[in-house]
């Protein structure tokens, strides 16, 4: 990898947490980072020119499901991932290893790789290491992830070992796939389940691969969120600290805070474009739902502390009726809303952290007195 072409640095630090910048071929990601969730190309709602609005310096694309539709070599032919969806700001993908638990009733795993039957149509495809490489460069990405498999809780410490195993042999295949004029940067995941010992196991082996970066894999996959926070508590600090560390599918704005404050840069999850389609909206308050009742007739905005073009706006009234009529604008609002939010908490922990305050941010936040505009 070019340094010139992928760099990151530490600036400032408070405790365990950090602000760094990351320099990609796109342009800089200033961290931490929450990154919207693009599955096939497109942030479910948004387009391009809101995301950049709400101040969204990169996207998460899905490997998986753009090598089936439309496919990478119609990408790549169009201009890669940022020519294709008009994105000039870093993107990374993953791997497609989400989807050997997500899917795993469609799919069979193999040494070779994953033997998926399409969603689609049904059509056998096999997704290996070198293959989920080789669609990630035709796509285009600034940051791709190794392939790994994402085994679901509960699982024995046997299966787990079994799986660990795989996954570092792969991340191995995946780091040999990489072309030498590769500007992508390559990110090494770490498994091991529940299981602190082969979650240690995992990190040592991974990291003298020496990738670009590291993710915490194999979390949110079914157990509860106090594992999780183990988890992470005791093995963000330990990934190395001159790179990248990335949580993979997590989570809420409190899983995203007490992350940061393990040491956690880079976070990317579903939830708050999900949610917005459902009629939950994140606040400074805690998450409301805009179909209850008591909204029917409330002139105030979704959060007074927010500014965004949904808050400015429009009122809890008039998004309780789009939702309950089921309009597409609905999911346009509550959705810009959301995102807005998650970019602007970042924000403002990452100004916290910047001045050495993540202890008081992190206590008025539970207490409910912040986060405010910044």
């Known amino acids: 990898m070019d340094e010139k072409q992928f760099n990151f640095q530490i600036e400032v630090t408070d405790g365990k947490a ?39 310096s990169v996207i998460l694309g899905n490997t998986y499901h753009l090598m089936l539709r439309p496919g990478h070599e119609t990408i790549r032919k169009l201009g890669g991932l940022h020519g294709f969806m008009s994105w000039d700001r870093p993107i ?28 689609i149509d049904g059509e056998k495809i096999l997704l290996s290491p070198e293959k989920s490489i080789a669609v990630q460069q035709a796509l285009g990405a600034d940051i791709i992830m190794c392939f790994d498999e994402c085994p679901a809780y509960p699982a024995t410490e046997k299966e787990i070992q079994s799986s660990l195993e795989l996954s570092l042999r792969w991340a191995k ?27 240690r196991q995992s990190l040592e082996r991974t990291v003298e691969l020496n990738f670009d970066g590291y993710a ?27 790179k990248p560390r990335y949580l993979m599918g ?15 840069d880079m976070f990317d999850c579903v939830m708050p474009t999900r949610n917005a389609r459902n009629g939950g909206l994140f606040t400074s308050a805690g998450m409301i739902n ?3 009742k008591q909204y ?32 597409i604008l609905s999911a346009v609002l509550n959705t810009l809303h959301n995102i807005s939010f998650y970019v602007r908490f970042m924000r403002s922990i990452r100004q916290a952290i910047c001045e050495r305050r993540l202890e008081a941010f992190r206590k008025a936040f539970y207490q409910k007195k912040e986060f405010k505009e910044i």
């Open 296 to 327: 029917k007739e409330d002139p105030g905005p979704i959060d007074p502390r927010c500014a965004c073009y949904t808050c400015r706006h429009f009122s809890r009234a008039y998004l309780r009726h789009l939702q309950r009529s089921g309009e």
């Open 18 to 56: 950090r602000a760094g910048r990351m320099r990609t071929p796109h342009g800089m990601i200033e961290t931490p980072v929450f990154m919207p969730v693009g599955t096939q190309a497109s942030v479910k709602a948004m387009d391009p020119r809101s995301l950049k609005e709400v101040g969204a």
């Open 216 to 242: 915490l894999g194999g979390l949110s996959v079914g157990e509860d969120r106090q594992m999780m926070v183990e988890i992470v508590s005791e093995f963000g600090p330990m990934m190395p600290p001159d």
């Open 250 to 264: 997590v989570g809420t704005p409190e899983d995203l805070l007490e992350s940061v404050y393990q040491g956690i």
């Open 290 to 292: 805009i179909l209850n």
């Open 92 to 119: 990374l993908t993953d791997s497609g290893g989400y989807q050997v638990f997500s899917l795993a009733k469609l799919r069979e795993v193999k040494e070779e790789g994953a033997l998926f039957y399409s969603h």
């Open 173 to 199: 295949r995946s780091k040999l796939a990489q072309t030498t004029t590769s500007h992508q940067a390559l990110f090494g995941i770490i498994q091991g389940g529940m299981y602190p010992s082969l979650r």
